[in-house]
């Protein structure tokens, strides 16, 4: 026993304030500490809540401190089993052309034909939560006013961000606008503006991170251009161009101030695949072209294979937003600061092609431990910070299949669902009936093998990659049909085989 003067109401609050581990800790020191946190429902949710890697939703929420940590237990073990407490299906609408998934809302655009005219809208569904029993919202916009539509987005902050191309000419025009109103975004200066990309719109991405908003614009072999807008004042603040044989068909932004893409040389792309971080805070000319911050190699190919597409999926929310977006009455959410990047590449040769899926933490590319290099070896940070698994689809660019520390996939052979979970306090030294854990490291082109059936030798050396994770698998007598997996806070969506149907929504939380 430890003897203390302290209230147990102050020793409480002490406790309460620290992270799982170190209640762990306090509970094995002496029977008192022990006591308290079995008998204190807040120690117990906080500490549960630091080991899930979540955050409280705030001290508006109608659930009790006991609700929310029965229903964070329930959330956790629902995850680590994937027992899908509700389902639901959504079935294509017709001349349905995009889809995204953010924050709970599943949104999808559409088109409709008036005499000679065109009309594109969009419908919103604010997906279902079982924390409250909430049902889903529906609100549509059937026609805001724009042709020749291109792509959409709907990451945060009640925004729509709209590309439209006048053809002939180049001239695109990336229209602001509210999800709720349709109508341009009152906090907009400027609700359209204007560039001219040359390299045309076959590979376009979007993404936005608090005020600001970038376009990838190329036609995937090259050439291609990034435009960085500051949203809300609508003025253009970095722009990025490759030679012609440079290929970056994606990007994601890591911090306000930095994004990364993943590009190689079409010349040599089995030697020059790399990740590189740009700093786009203190353009390096007028041309406001960005700082240069790191490049981050990957392994090196052997000479039968090549790199033939890289797409990175970053952090889309920014911290002070992303609550806003959760289910009303939703208790706790993933906090963008621990979310993981995942990269999914494409190697080719010509006995044929296979996918593999990168991950790592922002963490590690933006240490102080690199501070001192501008290009890092794969040996340098590889092979202790990452994780590459082998994947047996080649997955379309748009799909959502990661989200916080998890990602989400269809094992084809078996039907079932695979949730890899990479949340380092949640790694378990022994596998439970429904995961594999594996944190001692794995050489990539043995499980490759072991996936395709036969020898496979796409590395100039060996590779070995040790960050840690859980897989939770769906029970054998549960078989899925899905062609893909899309993943949120708390929701799988199952796609059919003719994507993009919407065949199933397994709401988990």
């Not at 992270?19 to 022990?34: E, G, I, T």
């Not at 930095?258 to 786009?280: G, N």
């Not at 431990?369 to 689809?393: A, H, N």
């Amino acid at each position: 026993m430890i003897n203390t003067e302290l209230p147990e109401d102050i020793l409480a609050q002490i406790l309460g304030q620290l992270p799982y581990k170190d209640v762990c800790s306090c509970r094995l020191a002496c029977r008192l500490f022990n006591i308290l946190v079995k008998e204190t429902p807040s120690i117990q949710y906080n500490s549960e809540l630091d080991r899930a890697g979540l955050v409280d939703g705030g001290s508006t929420l109608d659930l009790s401190l006991l609700d929310r940590l029965k229903e964070l237990r329930v959330v956790q073990k629902n995850w680590a089993t994937l027992n899908f407490r509700g389902r639901y299906r959504f079935s294509q609408p017709p001349r349905s052309f995009a889809w995204e998934l953010a924050g709970g809302i599943l949104a999808y655009s559409h088109r409709s034909y008036v005499g000679d005219s065109i009309r594109n809208g969009f419908t919103f569904i604010r997906l279902r939560s079982t924390a409250q029993d909430f049902r889903e919202r529906i609100w549509k916009h059937e026609d805001i006013g724009l042709t020749n539509l291109i792509d959409f987005t709907d990451p945060a902050q009640d925004l729509i961000v709209l590309i439209a191309i006048a053809w002939p000419t180049r001239k695109t025009a990336v229209h602001f606008l509210s999800i709720n109103t349709g109508q341009p975004h009152p906090q907009a200066q400027q609700p359209t503006v204007y560039c001219e990309p040359e390299g045309g719109t076959r590979a376009l991405v979007i993404r936005v991170l608090g005020g600001f908003v970038g376009i990838l614009f190329g036609s995937g072999i090259g050439g291609n251009q990034l435009f960085i807008w500051n949203w809300k004042s609508g003025i253009l603040v970095s722009f990025l161009e490759f030679p012609e044989r440079m290929v970056f068909r994606s990007f994601g932004f890591l911090t306000k101030h930095h994004f990364i893409i993943p590009a190689y040389d079409l010349e040599q792309p089995a030697k020059t695949s790399s990740l590189k971080v740009y700093d786009f805070s203190q353009p390096v000319n007028t041309q406001l072209e960005p700082a240069l911050y790191r490049t981050f190699q990957l392994p090196l190919l052997s000479p039968d294979f090549d790199i033939s597409d890289m797409i990175i999926r970053c952090c889309p929310l920014p911290e002070e937003n992303i609550s806003k977006l959760m289910p009303p009455g939703y208790p706790f959410y993933t906090p963008p600061s621990s979310w993981i990047v995942s990269i999914s590449l494409q190697i080719a040769g010509d006995l044929g092609r296979y996918g593999l899926m990168l991950f790592f933490f922002p963490s590690i590319i933006l240490s102080d431990e690199y501070s001192c290099q501008e290009s890092v070896e794969w040996e340098s940070w590889g092979p202790k910070g990452t994780r590459i698994l082998p994947i047996d689809w080649l997955e379309e660019t748009w799909i959502k299949y990661t989200y916080g520390t998890r990602f989400a996939t269809i094992e084809r052979r078996e039907e079932r669902i695979y949730v890899y979970d990479f949340n380092p306090k949640t790694i378990y030294p022994k596998p439970t009936e429904s995961s594999i854990t594996n944190d001692d490291g794995d050489d990539v082109e043995r499980m490759l093998q072991e996936l395709v059936g036969e020898e496979v030798h796409i590395f100039a050396n060996p590779v070995n990659t040790t960050l840690p994770f859980n897989l939770w698998k769906s029970k054998d007598s549960e078989k899925y049909a899905y062609s893909s997996i899309m993943i949120d806070e708390n929701c799988l969506i199952g796609l059919g085989e003719n994507m993009p149907i919407f065949d199933g929504c397994h709401v988990l939380s």
